[in-house]
């Protein structure tokens, strides 16, 4: 079955400290990987995404994300969090048929 | 910049009412969605769309229903509100294929049903 892991609910950290958002996947083929932020009270926005090429990936605001075949993950990183990267980050994970599944979200909340 | 516009991001029904939740993009897509969220459980997909006047069921459509008469506009109809329903509700849309691009979402309508 296809699926979507993100096994962190609720994660905290102190300003200036490193992240590490944790995402494993279940797909049968060649998946199409994705991060997408939401702010409260807002829609999702697209943080980066991997469909090949380099295993490692750049997104917006500072975060990447990297592709682990062997282990069916695909953990999304940042070295120094901001105030502001508080809000809740969701995987997602798609093929040809274009209709993604998401995870269930992991709501990062960030201490000055 | 490229939209998808929820006509409303806050809504209060009483049970039993029919309740319309429109969505509009402006990018040309083929594809759009319909997702409602709730805490804990993430996005869940109610109905989803490849085509106009084309849908087909996602994994929770019971209590709804949609309608495509034109490609830019998906709207969502709760035939009869419950309270169980009170949720955010999420619409987005891409480009027809492969998801290589990803979906742009609305900013979202909060319904509430009392």
């Known amino acids: 079955a296809q699926s979507v892991t993100q096994p962190d609910i609720h994660i905290t950290v102190s300003e200036g400290a490193s992240l590490e958002l944790r995402c494993n996947y279940s797909?049968?083929?060649?998946?199409?990987l994705f991060w997408y932020v939401q702010s409260p009270g807002q829609g999702l926005q697209l943080l980066l995404k991997?469909?090949?090429?380099?295993?490692l990936v750049q997104g917006i605001k500072g975060f990447e994300a990297e592709f682990k075949r062997s282990q069916s993950s695909f953990n999304l990183r940042k070295p120094s969090v901001h105030w502001s990267d508080a809000a809740e980050y969701f995987c997602a994970v798609g093929g040809n048929t274009d209709k993604l599944i998401f995870g269930t979200g992991t709501r990062l909340q960030v201490f000055p | 910049d490229v939209k998808v516009t929820q006509s409303s991001r806050y809504l209060v029904k009483r049970t039993g009412e029919k309740v319309f939740l429109e969505c509009v993009q402006d990018?040309?897509?083929?594809?759009m969605f319909w997702y409602r969220q709730d805490p804990g459980l993430g996005l869940r997909l109610i109905y989803f769309?490849?085509?106009?006047?084309?849908?087909e069921k996602g994994d929770i459509p019971e209590g709804y229903s949609v309608s495509r008469e034109k490609k830019e506009r998906f709207s969502l109809i709760l035939e009869s509100a419950s309270t169980n329903q009170t949720s955010m509700y999420l619409c987005a849309s891409s480009s027809g294929g492969t998801p290589a691009d990803g979906y742009t979402f609305g900013s979202g309508t909060r319904l509430t049903v009392v």
């Open positions: 797909y049968g083929a060649t998946p199409y």
């Open positions: 769309s490849y085509d106009v006047k084309m849908k």
């Open positions: 990018m040309d897509h083929e594809n």
């Open positions: 991997y469909f090949s090429g380099d295993t």
